[in-house]
Protein backbone atom coordinates (compact mmCIF):
# COMPACT_ATOMS: atom_id res chain seq x y z
CA UNK A 1 0.00 0.00 0.00
CA UNK A 2 1.37 3.58 -0.78
CA UNK A 3 -0.04 6.91 -0.73
CA UNK A 4 0.08 9.91 -3.38
CA UNK A 5 -0.80 12.87 -3.56
CA UNK A 6 -3.56 14.36 -5.86
CA UNK A 7 -0.73 15.98 -8.13
CA UNK A 8 1.46 13.27 -8.38
CA UNK A 9 -1.22 10.80 -9.39
CA UNK A 10 -2.09 13.09 -11.63
CA UNK A 11 1.28 13.29 -12.95
CA UNK A 12 1.70 9.74 -13.31
CA UNK A 13 -1.80 8.15 -14.02
CA UNK A 14 -1.04 5.38 -15.96
CA UNK A 15 1.67 3.78 -13.80
CA UNK A 16 -0.12 4.29 -10.95
CA UNK A 17 -3.16 2.16 -12.75
CA UNK A 18 -0.32 -0.36 -13.49
CA UNK A 19 0.44 -1.33 -10.09
CA UNK A 20 -3.25 -0.98 -9.15
CA UNK A 21 -3.56 -3.87 -11.82
CA UNK A 22 -0.90 -5.67 -10.25
CA UNK A 23 -2.91 -5.46 -6.94
CA UNK A 24 -1.33 -2.82 -5.20
CA UNK A 25 -3.37 -0.38 -3.13
CA UNK A 26 -3.33 3.22 -3.37
CA UNK A 27 -4.65 5.81 -1.07
CA UNK A 28 -4.70 9.44 -2.66
CA UNK A 29 -4.24 12.24 -0.62
CA UNK A 30 -4.97 15.88 -0.58
CA UNK A 31 -3.04 18.27 1.53
CA UNK A 32 -1.79 15.09 4.05
CA UNK A 33 -5.97 13.72 3.92
CA UNK A 34 -6.61 10.39 2.78
CA UNK A 35 -9.92 11.29 0.18
CA UNK A 36 -9.68 8.53 -2.13
CA UNK A 37 -8.21 4.72 -2.63
CA UNK A 38 -7.87 2.79 -5.49
CA UNK A 39 -7.98 -0.91 -5.97
CA UNK A 40 -8.36 -3.34 -7.79
CA UNK A 41 -12.58 -3.67 -8.30
CA UNK A 42 -14.04 -6.37 -5.96
CA UNK A 43 -11.15 -7.11 -4.62
CA UNK A 44 -11.95 -6.68 -1.04
CA UNK A 45 -14.86 -5.66 1.31
CA UNK A 46 -14.99 -2.16 2.60
CA UNK A 47 -11.97 -0.89 4.72
CA UNK A 48 -13.12 -0.12 8.91
CA UNK A 49 -11.52 3.25 9.83
CA UNK A 50 -9.05 1.06 12.31
CA UNK A 51 -7.87 -0.83 8.80
CA UNK A 52 -7.43 2.79 6.90
CA UNK A 53 -5.62 4.65 9.76
CA UNK A 54 -3.24 1.62 10.00
CA UNK A 55 -2.79 1.58 6.13
CA UNK A 56 -2.20 5.18 6.11
CA UNK A 57 0.51 4.87 8.46
CA UNK A 58 2.22 1.68 6.51
CA UNK A 59 2.31 4.72 3.68
CA UNK A 60 3.67 6.83 5.52
CA UNK A 61 6.31 4.73 6.38
CA UNK A 62 5.47 4.99 10.71
CA UNK A 63 4.39 1.35 10.74
CA UNK A 64 5.68 -1.56 9.06
CA UNK A 65 3.34 -4.26 8.71
CA UNK A 66 3.88 -7.89 9.68
CA UNK A 67 3.70 -11.00 7.57
CA UNK A 68 0.77 -13.13 7.49
CA UNK A 69 0.98 -15.61 10.25
CA UNK A 70 2.69 -18.60 9.67
CA UNK A 71 3.40 -21.38 12.00
CA UNK A 72 6.44 -21.88 9.99
CA UNK A 73 8.06 -18.88 11.37
CA UNK A 74 7.68 -19.80 15.37
CA UNK A 75 9.93 -21.55 16.96
CA UNK A 76 8.24 -25.02 19.36
CA UNK A 77 8.15 -24.19 22.60
CA UNK A 78 10.84 -25.93 24.93
CA UNK A 79 8.51 -26.42 27.57
CA UNK A 80 5.89 -29.23 27.56
CA UNK A 81 2.50 -28.58 27.17
CA UNK A 82 1.40 -30.00 30.64
CA UNK A 83 3.63 -27.55 32.54
CA UNK A 84 1.14 -24.53 34.19
CA UNK A 85 2.20 -21.14 34.76
CA UNK A 86 1.60 -21.89 38.69
CA UNK A 87 4.01 -25.21 38.31
CA UNK A 88 6.63 -23.05 36.44
CA UNK A 89 6.70 -20.32 39.09
CA UNK A 90 7.18 -23.29 41.75
CA UNK A 91 10.36 -24.49 39.77
CA UNK A 92 11.58 -20.69 39.68
CA UNK A 93 11.34 -20.39 43.49
CA UNK A 94 12.48 -23.93 44.45
CA UNK A 95 9.04 -24.78 45.95
CA UNK A 96 8.48 -28.34 46.00
Known amino acids: MKAVAVKELKNRLSSYLREVRAGEVVLVTDRGRVVAELRQPGSS ?49 GDP
Not at 61 to 80: E, F, I, K, M, T
Open 45 to 93: TPLTAHDRALELLCAEGVLVAGLPQDARAYRSSPLPAAVTSSDMLDDER
